[in-house]
């Protein structure tokens, strides 16, 4: 079996062994049929589609646009709005703002996989991964101003709480990595269609800590709810010369799967209604 083909496989069975039973069900509508595709072509392909039958690698970049999974969050728990109000953090202030809102998500992304020639050049199947580097937009952060007793104005400062998603460890709030597999085929010489299925995880986190000098300083993290989401995307592409080609692609985000922290089933989390996802970008060469 050719190395595409191994990329091929690992690649799926990585994407749905991820996921949940009830997960998979819902994703399996949309990879089973490209997986069916797959094991028909190699039944029935003979020794001379074979040879055909190579995988070329690609990378890719381009700035993506993502609506917020995550509208508002309401009822936000004291212990996430209790922030300490002292240097020796002994005297503690709650924030009486209980009420925020998450942001849509934005930056840029790099994508690397494999592409497999099922039908000569007219059906295509891509598996890869995707890093998603970026940060959210239109966030709220609820405050609170202190002073020292006995300091000047120069040393008050402020306490704030805000929410965002992330993914990994704590400090990550700005790299998501992901898992895709996608059709495409070619409508002509210099233009391809495509479908493409994303799976990554996704969490709702809440943040505290102090606003001193125009510099936040981070004092405490709180998970909500840990998400598992997919995104279903079609794209159009333009080769303007061999090789290269650039790409616009739009679809819809959906949470496959949610698991609440005790403080996520304390708040009331308003998630967001049809959150799309845009992006445009190109393939790079070198």
Same mark, same amino acid.
């Given at each position: 079996?050719?190395?595409?083909?191994?990329?091929?496989?690992?690649?799926?069975?990585?994407?749905?062994?991820?996921? !949940?039973?009830? +997960?998979?069900?819902?994703?399996?509508?949309?990879?089973?049929? +490209?997986?069916?595709?797959?094991?028909?072509?190699?039944?029935?392909?003979?020794?001379?589609?074979?040879?055909?039958?190579?995988?070329?690698?690609?990378?890719?970049?381009?700035?993506?646009?993502?609506?917020?999974?995550?509208?508002?969050?309401?009822?936000?728990?004291?212990?996430?709005?209790?922030?300490?109000?002292?240097?020796?953090?002994?005297?503690?202030?709650?924030?009486?703002?209980?009420?925020?809102?998450?942001?849509?998500?934005?930056? +840029?992304?790099?994508?690397?996989?494999?592409?497999?020639?099922?039908?000569?050049?007219?059906?295509?199947?891509?598996?890869?991964?995707?890093?998603?580097?970026?940060?959210?937009?239109?966030?709220?952060?609820?405050?609170?101003?202190?002073?020292?007793?006995?300091?000047?104005?120069?040393?008050?400062?402020?306490?704030?709480?805000?929410?965002?998603?992330?993914?990994?460890?704590?400090?990550?709030?700005?790299?998501?990595?992901?898992?895709?597999?996608?059709?495409?085929?070619?409508?002509?010489?210099?233009? !391809?269609?495509?479908?493409?299925?994303?799976?990554?995880?996704?969490?709702?986190?809440?943040?505290?800590?102090?606003?001193?000098?125009?510099?936040?300083?981070?004092?405490?993290?709180?998970?909500?709810?840990?998400?598992?989401?997919?995104?279903?995307?079609?794209?159009?592409?333009?080769?303007?010369?061999?090789?290269?080609?650039?790409?616009?692609?739009?679809?819809?985000?959906?949470?496959?799967?949610?698991?609440?922290?005790?403080?996520?089933?304390?708040?009331?989390?308003?998630?967001?209604?049809?959150?799309?996802?845009?992006?445009?970008?190109?393939?790079?060469?070198?």
């Amino acid at each position: 079996m050719s190395l595409g083909k191994n990329i091929a496989t690992v690649g799926l069975a990585g994407i749905l062994g991820g996921c !949940s039973a009830t +997960m998979t069900n819902e994703v399996f509508s949309v990879i089973g049929p +490209m997986v069916g595709v797959v094991m028909v072509q190699e039944r029935n392909q003979n020794v001379e589609d074979k040879k055909d039958n190579d995988s070329t690698s690609f990378l890719e970049a381009g700035s993506i646009y993502r609506h917020p999974l995550v509208k508002e969050v309401n009822n936000v728990p004291e212990r996430i709005r209790n922030v300490p109000s002292g240097r020796d953090k002994s005297e503690q202030g709650s924030i009486e703002d209980d009420s925020v809102t998450v942001g849509s998500r934005t930056g +840029m992304f790099l994508r690397y996989g494999q592409k497999l020639r099922l039908i000569r050049e007219d059906l295509l199947l891509r598996v890869g991964v995707e890093f998603e580097l970026g940060g959210m937009l239109s966030a709220n952060t609820p405050k609170k101003d202190y002073a020292e007793l006995g300091e000047s104005d120069q040393n008050s400062f402020l306490t704030y709480y805000s929410m965002h998603t992330k993914a990994g460890p704590n400090w990550n709030s700005f790299l998501i990595p992901k898992l895709f597999v996608g059709l495409e085929t070619n409508i002509s010489n210099s233009f !391809s269609v495509g479908v493409d299925c994303s799976i990554w995880r996704e969490d709702l986190v809440a943040e505290t800590g102090y606003d001193r000098y125009n510099r936040d300083d981070r004092e405490a993290g709180f998970n909500l709810v840990d998400m598992t989401v997919c995104s279903i995307t079609g794209s159009l592409k333009y080769r303007p010369s061999n090789g290269n080609y650039l790409f616009l692609e739009a679809g819809m985000q959906n949470i496959l799967d949610k698991n609440y922290h005790d403080l996520g089933r304390e708040a009331d989390i308003e998630f967001g209604k049809n959150p799309f996802t845009v992006s445009v970008g190109g393939h790079l060469t070198f």
